[in-house]
């Protein structure tokens, strides 16, 4: 039964049209199969644009800036490439490491090469990237993981820093008052409020223990 299952998440979706009796499947590709040239995925754009406005060159739009993304390796590779942003900065671009494992939702999500293509929410959390015997360790706030078929990996997170520049001693003064502040909250926000600061600062204490 599992296998099953895998089959058919692994099997690209199609969707069969009839016409005149005659029968017509099209596949839909992954999206490492989509084009990113400039050329297909903006001409109907660009000709639009001329027709309108022919003595202005076109604006660049967004995929003019996109660079095409690495197809479908046929073997598995030995290493996974990971680009790791911040809505403010950039940690990792085409970093090439042995594994990286996430803070899913659902639990730590380990990323290995050939690792099928998943999309991940990011809870609170300890975040670690392995590059032989160097880990590098940050401690982000919440985001996604969006893990390729051609073995990239792309995280996104709203905040993150190194588990080294975290105060214990200010996390466990904050644990205390988000602690306090839950058991004599009166109102539903109050202790809605109280509570992500407890789960917040119980999850950087257990990244700092763990």
Not at 84 to 113: C, H, N, R, W
Request: glycine share 6%; hydrophobic share 35%.
């Amino acid at each position: 039964m599992f296998r099953q299952v895998a089959n058919r998440l692994l099997t690209r979706s199609t969707t069969t049209y009839t016409t005149t009796g005659a029968a017509a499947t099209v596949c839909r590709p992954y999206a490492t199969d989509v084009s990113t040239e400039a050329s297909t995925g903006d001409s109907d754009f660009i000709e639009a644009w001329k027709k309108v406005t022919p003595n202005i060159d076109p604006p660049k739009t967004p995929i003019q800036f996109m660079e095409p993304r690495p197809p479908t390796p046929s073997t598995l590779p030995s290493k996974l490439t990971v680009n790791f942003v911040l809505p403010y900065s950039s940690e990792l671009s085409k970093q090439e490491v042995d594994m990286v494992i996430v803070p899913a939702t659902t639990g730590q999500m380990g990323i290995l090469p050939g690792h099928v293509p998943t999309i991940a929410e990011l809870k609170p959390g300890l975040l670690s990237v392995h590059e032989g015997s160097d880990v590098k360790k940050y401690f982000i706030s919440s985001g996604f993981a969006f893990v390729h078929a051609n073995s990239y990996a792309d995280i996104l997170a709203v905040e993150a820093i190194p588990i080294d520049r975290i105060d214990k001693d200010q996390v466990q003064k904050g644990l205390n008052e988000f602690t306090q502040k839950l058991s004599s909250a009166s109102t539903d926000l109050d202790k809605a409020e109280a509570q992500i600061g407890v789960d917040v600062h119980s999850a950087l204490n257990s990244a700092l223990t763990g």
